[in-house]
């Protein structure tokens, strides 16, 4: 499935070379990089990822400083796919944030790349004595650099063009010979629309190898937009059925509570112990926003949301430092566990680090906020522009060749109130979209109309400076989990019951050999932690008593600061038996005709599962006549 992707990546560039066919337009057109900047806590976190590990691999980082692409000799895989993840994802972050010190290190990387550029075309590494060509990591280049072309066009249109046409031709002819620089599997075989999958084989433990591009979490939330992407070149609005099936299965039997993937790195269905890969947030980001703008089906909006508000933000360490490889639904602790409950990850892959488990989300996590804002605000037609994934945001772009500024401050999604500024030289419409949850709206203290298809509401705009006010209705919701438990949300957060963490930090270490790194390898804030229980885990709740506090004060900064977020839901609860899986982690949530109250109830916490690093997403419920 990777390997499709990866083509399905190129074909619009290939399409357009040949001239021929138009692309299916996208239901609303993404904005150049760069047009849209943040405001308030997202600003606040994408500075800190800047800052934090993301934003110092290419200083410290020896698969990012020394990767085989830039002339050194360091990968993890012979994929050689490091440096293109942090391509990919450096690109975006600092043309989002406008950050000067990034988009050197962006220049240097890419001349570099540039440079070493073979006679025949080939961009990369590899050379063809050796014969190791594979197209995949390509893609992530090119990712990176159509973006910098769209961000940057004076500094980068040329020499990239020139590049991507070259080496078009020489792919072309490879996969003309038998696939060459494909990676091939039997299940690449199966058609596009084989989704039907999902349905068959998804609680089958037991699969062959050959079936891996459709198990591996990853793999599977890049190629949620697969459908969404070929329809662009084949005009099959078939796909568009197709994409929303694989969507809604793949969540349906193996999605968090978080708006991620369970995969520990195979699906694995819904049992709260498994975990998210980082790397499956980030891509499933990435790939839910791209099937929005291409679709338009706002289903994909409010899933993008879900999994960037709560997934990714849990997966970070608050000042994004260092990150988990996989996070549990129900993590009661982040430590070198006794034994794996994985199937192949290993037994420090749930704690905060540098490189835990892997290097792949080392170098891939940084894309999942700037690809999130890169696609906040789209044009709606010639001249139209919506607010698609709510959150604090400045756009700068033109309609009609006039000029046009909206600033968006809100504390959304922990605030129901967004205030917009607009400066235009043209009237224009405005889109605001509506959540699905949401318990109802209004623009200025209005009432407005939604259109049941879009899910948008509609604002007209004149020119000069306008003034708005959106307000988004929420309320506790509750959605059932797997084993008669229940996950709590308000709006598009996610509340789990909270752990207080007894955290111990120290030096990073290497993913292999699981020994310390030396001092002065590292820059010190860049460290290892582990984290206890300090409160009990083992909770059932009471869903008739679940209460909603805002709190008060400003967001914290970081934003997902360890239990530091004020608002919170109260709920009654008492400590039930719950047994460990392998000594290690809370096995499935007990049966409910087991549980039984261990002692006198009390007044559980639940907090912003992004501010909670221990936690319990999936609780088991009780009747405490409450
Ligand atoms: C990169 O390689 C050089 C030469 O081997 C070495 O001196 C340097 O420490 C390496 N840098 C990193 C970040 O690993
Ligand atoms: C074409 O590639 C397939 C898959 O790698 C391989 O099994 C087959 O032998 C190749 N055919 C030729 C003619 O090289
Ligand atoms: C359109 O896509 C569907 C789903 O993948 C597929 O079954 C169908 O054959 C395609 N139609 C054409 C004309 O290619
Ligand atoms: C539900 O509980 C049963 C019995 O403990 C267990 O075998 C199963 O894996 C659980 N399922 C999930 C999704 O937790
Ligand atoms: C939400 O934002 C509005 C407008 O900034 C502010 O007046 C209100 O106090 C905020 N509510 C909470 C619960 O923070
Ligand atoms: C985790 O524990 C295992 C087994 O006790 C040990 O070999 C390994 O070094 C530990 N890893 C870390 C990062 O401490
Ligand atoms: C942490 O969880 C364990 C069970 O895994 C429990 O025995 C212990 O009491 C908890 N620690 C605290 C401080 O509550």
Redesign the pocket.
Known sequence: MRLLNAILCLLPIAIKARDTDELVPFAYEPLPLGSITPNGWLRTELEASAAGLGGHLYDFYRYVANSSWIGGDQEYSGLNEALPYWLNAIVPLSYTLQDDRLKADIKTVVSKILDLIQPDGWIGPETLEAGNRLIWARTLVFLGFTNLVDADPESYEEPIINALFRFNELMNSMLKNNGTGMIYHDGDKASAGDFTWFRSRSQDMEVADREWPFLHGVTVAEALKYAAVFRRSTHNDSLITTAKNGVDWTFKYHGSASGSILADERLAGLNPFYGSELCTEVEAIYSLAYNYFAIGDPDYADRTELAAFNALPAAMWPDWTSHQYMTESNQ??SKNLSASPFWNVNTVGQTFGVEPNYPCCTVNHPQGLPKFTMYSFLKNGNNGLVHALLSPGKVNTKINDKEVTIDCQTDYPFNTSLSYTINSETPFEFYLRVPQWSTGIKINQQPSPINSRTGLTKVRIRSGKTTLNYDIGMDIQTKSRANDTIAVYRGPILYSLYIDPITTSGPPHYYGTQQEWPEGTYPPQMQDHSM???????VAIDPSTLTFHSGSGPLPSPTFDDGKLPMYVTAQACLIDWP?FKGSVPASPPAKEDRVCLGDSFVATLRPYGSSKLHMSDLPTIDLGG
């Open positions: 009661p602790f206890a229980n300090g409160t009990e885990w083992n460990l």
